[in-house]
C-alpha cells in the first residue's frame, strides 16, 4: 500500500510542476512581510481549498495564519509551510545585485519556495490517501511571520498543534539535509525610553534625553557580553532616535533579539538585560515600557525523521543542473569570497568540508553530521518540535557559501534551481508522510525519541499571559 500511495503521490508532483512553479513564482513576486502575507496566505489556501481541504482561517488571532485539513481520524500528520519576506532585500532573477523595487522586501529565505512545497507535498498526499484509501487526518499548517514575529509560537499557545502526531517541513538550503542540531532560543523585546525635550544648546539642562537611555542602555548590554556564555548572541537596532540634534529627544525605541542555547540561560541573560534598561532610565531620569515582542524555545530534534527523510531523498535522487543554471551558480559565488565560502564550510563542522570548496551546488545527501550541536540561528519550529515529533529538512537551492538572508538567495529563489529544489522537496515531504500515515512502528519510535530526549523537561510558553501577536509591525 505504501509503495503505490508514494508512486501516486510522486505522480501527482510531477504532473503539476508547472502549477507549483507559479506559486511559488508568485509568492516570490509578492514578498510580503510577517503578519501582512495576505495575498500569500489566500493564494496557498485557495489552492488547498481547491483540492478538497477544509480550511480554518485567521487561526490563534493571526490573520495571515491558517490550517487546511484533510481526512479524518488517526494518525494526525502536520505539514507546515512559510511565506513571509524579509525588508530591504528586493531584488531581481539575476546573478547581480539588482533590486525590483530599492528598499522592498525580499526572499531572502527562500520562503516562497518553503510555503508552496508543503501545499504541494500536502495535496499530494491527500491523493494517494483518497486513491489507495489511506486512513488517517492530514493537516497543512499555514504559518505567517517566521522571521522575526514567530508566527508558530502563537498558533502553539493557542492550541493549534494539539492532536497532531508528528510535523514535517522544508526549508530552502545550500546543502540536502536533515539535522540533528539544535538552535538558540530567543526573545524579542522593544524599550521605550520617554524624557523631556528641550533646545540642545539654549537650556539643555531642562532636557531629559530619551537617546541618551538607549545609548547608555546599549553601552550596558555591550559590557555584559564578556560576561555571558559563549553560545549566546545579542544583536539590537535603535529603531526610533530623535528627530533633529537641536532638540533633546523625549522618545527613543530600541529593538533587542536575545539568544542562547537553552530557555533557561535565555532568562537568565534576559533578567540581566532589563536590569540594565531600568539602571540606563535611572541615569538619565527618563521613563521605561519594556514591550515584549515574542520568545521561542530551542530546537528538539528527531533522529528517527531525520533518517527517515535522508532516506526518502536517496530513493528520490537529487536533481540534476543544466550548464546554464551551473553558469547562475557560478555568477552567483563570484559575489562571495572564496574565505568566505570556507569559513561558512569551516563552521558547518561538516566532516570532509575541505573537500566542498570547489563545488558549486551540493548535490549529495549526506548522513546527518551535527547531533549535539546548537546553531546559532533561531526558528519558531522550535517550539512545535516540543510539542510533537518535528523535522524540517534543507534542499540545495542555493551555491556553498552563499550567505542567508542576502540579495543572492532572492534571485536564487526565483530562478528554475530554486523550482527544483522545490519539486524535490515536494516529492520528499509527500513519501515520508506517507511513511507516517502507515507505519504506526515508525511514529511511535519517533514519540518515543522525542519523550526521551525531554526528559523531565516541560513546554511552557514563554510568551506573556496578556501578549498578543504583534500585527502592527509594520505599520508603526
Given at each position: 500500500?505504501s ?9 501527482w508532483v ?9 506559486v511559488s513564482d ?6 510580503e ?8 496566505a ?8 481547491a ?5 480554518e482561517?485567521g487561526?490563534a488571532?493571526?490573520?495571515?495564519a491558517?490550517?487546511a ?6 494518525p494526525?500528520?502536520?505539514v ?8 530591504g532585500?528586493s ?7 539588482a ?7 525580499g526572499?531572502?529565505?527562500g ?7 508543503g501545499?504541494a507535498?500536502?495535496?499530494?498526499v491527500r ?5 489507495i ?6 493537516k497543512?499548517?499555514?504559518?505567517p511571520a517566521?522571521e522575526?514575529l514567530?508566527?508558530?509560537v ?13 510535523v ?17 532560543a530567543?526573545?524579542?523585546?522593544k ?24 545609548e547608555?542602555m ?8 564578556e560576561?555571558?556564555i ?8 535603535i529603531?526610533?532616535?530623535?528627530g ?20 533557561h540561560?535565555?532568562e537568565?541573560?534576559?533578567d ?5 534598561a531600568?539602571?540606563a ?13 515574542k520568545?521561542?524555545?530551542n ?11 535522508l532516506?526518502n531523498m536517496?530513493k528520490?535522487g537529487?536533481p540534476?543542473?543544466t550548464?546554464?543554471e ?16 570556507r569559513?561558512s564550510l ?10 566542498l570548496?570547489?563545488?558549486l ?10 547531533e549535539?550541536?546548537?546553531g ?15 523535522m ?18 532572492v ?7 530554486g ?8 516529492k520528499?515531504?509527500a ?16 514519540k518515543?525519541?522525542?519523550r526521551?530526549r525531554?526528559?523531565?523537561r516541560?513546554?511552557k ?8 501577536p504583534?500585527?502592527?509591525?509594520w505599520?508603526?
Amino acid at each position: 500500500m505504501s509503495k503505490d500511495a508514494k508512486r501516486v503521490a510522486v505522480d501527482w508532483v510531477e504532473g503539476n510542476v508547472e502549477r507549483l512553479i507559479e506559486v511559488s513564482d508568485a509568492i516570490w513576486s509578492y514578498a510580503e512581510l510577517g503578519f501582512v502575507e495576505f495575498k500569500s496566505a489566500k493564494l496557498l489556501s485557495e489552492e488547498l481549498e481547491a483540492h478538497g481541504f477544509e480550511v480554518e482561517r485567521g487561526v490563534a488571532g493571526i490573520p495571515t495564519a491558517f490550517v487546511a485539513t484533510w481526512g479524518k481520524g488517526s494518525p494526525v500528520i502536520g505539514v507546515m509551510g512559510e511565506y513571509d519576506a524579509l525588508p530591504g532585500l528586493s531584488q531581481e532573477a539575476v546573478p547581480r545585485k539588482a533590486p525590483v523595487e530599492e528598499g522592498a522586501p525580499g526572499h531572502g529565505c527562500g520562503h516562497n519556495i518553503h510555503g508552496t512545497s508543503g501545499m504541494a507535498g500536502a495535496i499530494a498526499v491527500r491523493r494517494a490517501m483518497e486513491k489507495i484509501g489511506i486512513p488517517g487526518t492530514l493537516k497543512f499548517f499555514g504559518c505567517p511571520a517566521e522571521e522575526m514575529l514567530s508566527g508558530k509560537v502563537w498558533m502553539v499557545r493557542e492550541g493549534v498543534f494539539d492532536g497532531v502526531d508528528a510535523v514535517l517541513s522544508h526549508h530552502p538550503g545550500s546543502m540536502n539535509t536533515a539535522k540533528l542540531s539544535s538552535s538558540n532560543a530567543n526573545n524579542a523585546v522593544k524599550f521605550h525610553f520617554r524624557g523631556k525635550t528641550a533646545h540642545a544648546a539654549g537650556n539643555p539642562e531642562q532636557g531629559r534625553s530619551a537617546l541618551d537611555a538607549v545609548e547608555l542602555m546599549n553601552m550596558g548590554v555591550n559590557y555584559m557580553r564578556e560576561h555571558m556564555i559563549q553560545d549566546a548572541r545579542v544583536h539590537y537596532t535603535i529603531e526610533a532616535g530623535g528627530g533633529q540634534p537641536n532638540v533633546v529627544p523625549d522618545y527613543a525605541r530600541s529593538w533587542y533579539l536575545i539568544r542562547a542555547p537553552e530557555r533557561h540561560q535565555l532568562e537568565a541573560i534576559y533578567d540581566r538585560i532589563l536590569k540594565i534598561a531600568e539602571g540606563a532610565a535611572l541615569m538619565t531620569e527618563t521613563t521605561l515600557r519594556v514591550e515584549f515582542v515574542k520568545g521561542i524555545y530551542n530546537k528538539m530534534p528527531n533522529r528517527t525523521l531525520s533518517e527517515l527523510v535522508l532516506g526518502n531523498m536517496r530513493k528520490i535522487g537529487t536533481p540534476e543542473y543544466t550548464d546554464e543554471e551551473r553558469r547562475f551558480a557560478a555568477e552567483i559565488s563570484k559575489t562571495v569570497t572564496p574565505e568566505a565560502k570556507r569559513d561558512s564550510l569551516w563552521k558547518t563542522k561538516r566532516p570532509g568540508w575541505e573537500e566542498l570548496l570547489d563545488v558549486l551546488l551540493d548535490d549529495t545527501v549526506p548522513d546527518d553530521w551535527n547531533e549535539g550541536e546548537v546553531g546559532h540561528g533561531s526558528t519558531d519550529v522550535s517550539d512545535v518540535s516540543w510539542n510533537t515529533p518535528t523535522m524540517e529538512f534543507g534542499t540545495t537551492t542555493y551555491p556553498l557559501g552563499a550567505p542567508g538572508h542576502s540579495w543572492q538567495i532572492v534571485a536564487l529563489s526565483g530562478t528554475s534551481i530554486g523550482h527544483k529544489s522545490l519539486v524535490f522537496a515536494s516529492k520528499v515531504l509527500a513519501v515520508s508522510a506517507i511513511d507516517l500515515l502507515t507505519s504506526p512502528d515508525l511514529l511511535k519510535r519517533a514519540k518515543e525519541e522525542l519523550r526521551e530526549r525531554l526528559g523531565d523537561r516541560v513546554y511552557k510558553t514563554p510568551l506573556p499571559v496578556d501578549a498578543k501577536p504583534p500585527l502592527d509591525q509594520w505599520t508603526e
